[in-house]
């Protein structure tokens, strides 16, 4: 094991560094990976413009995040487990396992998480924690060992898949389901998958860029169109379909007027991303027990579920990664993230 480790660095708000640092240590009994591959997800993006967006989803609330965070929770690599050298994907986040919400089963929404990549939970620290790294340390039982049939480039999704696992619990997804997805970023189509694998009879979707519209249709969603979530249900509707559950990837106040607009009697609109600001919207929208709510990252449970998704084939990630980079070339990486449009960039994945 090494002492020192190429790491990806947010050192403060707009400020990414690639360093060789000292590893940082978990606590408890733990596990050393050696990083095979690490996805950029879209929270790594908002990090950098100096947002927090894990306290802002869970919490409700900005909380400031720590200088000198290692980035990266979406990663994948090698490890130790009862004597064999295992190929692992990594549950990134561990509750208190004290509050409320931990003994209640709602670990998701713990207060007082740790979060590899996030600096959330941690005391103070010269580093903290993340994936974005040659070596890091996880906690024991956070490190799931991945069957032969998952590359370490699959099994970057797991972490974005147990997302979109726990948002249609939350939306209610069900054989027979109506579903609309607003917004076609990576958990908008993870969950357009997981949708479908429940049986939904119809998934729409919408983005307002081509690049994820062209994916989705490349994975079988016919119905998915280059629109705003309004033009979605004003002009797109399938048949005048109501839908029992919107999924808002984007969360802006016209989307969730929109869903409401289009719901079914008791159905849902789930919010994956959340701004601060007011929604505003008639009260008639909520009649015949329709409802606005939330998902909030995933339940431990859910990262299983997820590799068993991914392993059976029924979720398909592959030709979604769009580049790569290896981790010494991050900085460069993350700027084509921040530019996607121009550079046809979906996902990005970081290599050793």
């Known amino acids: 094991m090494k002492e020192t480790v190429i790491s990806v660095v947010l050192a403060g708000p707009g400020d990414l560094v690639v360093r060789e640092i000292p590893v940082p240590t978990v606590e408890g009994p733990s596990h050393r990976v050696r990083m095979r591959a690490c996805g950029i997800c879209g929270s790594d993006l908002r990090y950098l413009a100096g947002e927090n967006p894990w306290s802002l989803h869970t919490l409700g609330k900005e909380i400031p995040s720590p200088p000198n965070m290692v980035l990266g929770h979406e990663v994948a690599g090698i490890t130790e487990l009862d004597g064999r050298e295992c190929r692992v ?4 986040y561990r509750g208190c396992g004290r509050c409320r919400e931990c003994r209640r ?6 207060a007082a998480t740790q979060h590899l990549g996030h600096g959330a939970g941690w005391d103070a620290m010269e580093y903290y924690p993340g994936g974005m790294a040659e070596e890091f340390e996880v906690w024991d039982g956070f490190a799931y060992e991945i069957p032969d049939s998952v590359t370490f480039e699959q099994a970057t999704f797991l972490d974005g898949l147990a997302v979109a696992i726990h948002v249609c619990d939350r939306a209610g997804v069900e054989l027979d389901s109506r579903v609309a997805v607003i917004g076609l970023g990576p958990i908008g189509m993870l969950v357009a998958q997981v949708a479908r694998d429940r049986g939904a009879e119809i998934v729409t979707a919408c983005d307002t860029t081509e690049l994820p519209v062209e994916l989705a249709r490349e994975h079988g969603f016919e119905s ?4 705003t979530g309004t033009a979605l249900f004003g002009t797109r509707g399938i048949n005048g379909a109501e839908y029992d559950a919107v999924v808002d990837t984007v969360g802006d106040g016209a989307a969730v007027e929109a869903g409401l607009s289009a719901l079914a009697p008791g159905g849902r ?5 959340a701004h601060e600001g007011t929604l505003n919207y ?4 909520i009649c015949s027990e329709r409802y606005v709510t939330t998902s909030a990252n995933n339940l431990y449970a859910d990262f299983p579920r997820a590799i068993e998704l991914l392993g059976s084939g029924r979720v398909a990630v592959s030709s979604l ?3 790569r980079f290896s981790l010494g070339d991050a900085v460069r990486a993350f700027e084509t993230m921040k530019n996607k449009e121009a550079n046809r960039a979906y996902k990005i994945v970081l290599e050793p």
Not at 89 to 92: E, G, I, M, N, W
Not at 224 to 227: G, H, I
Request: hydrophobic share 50%; glycine share 4%.
């Open 282 to 285: 008639d009260a008639t929208r």
């Open 269 to 273: 609109v789930v919010l994956v991303a």
């Open 105 to 110: 089963g709602r670990e998701n929404l713990c």
């Open 89 to 92: 994907a990594v549950l990134a």
């Open 321 to 323: 990664i769009t580049h």
């Open 224 to 227: 998915t169109y280059v629109c």
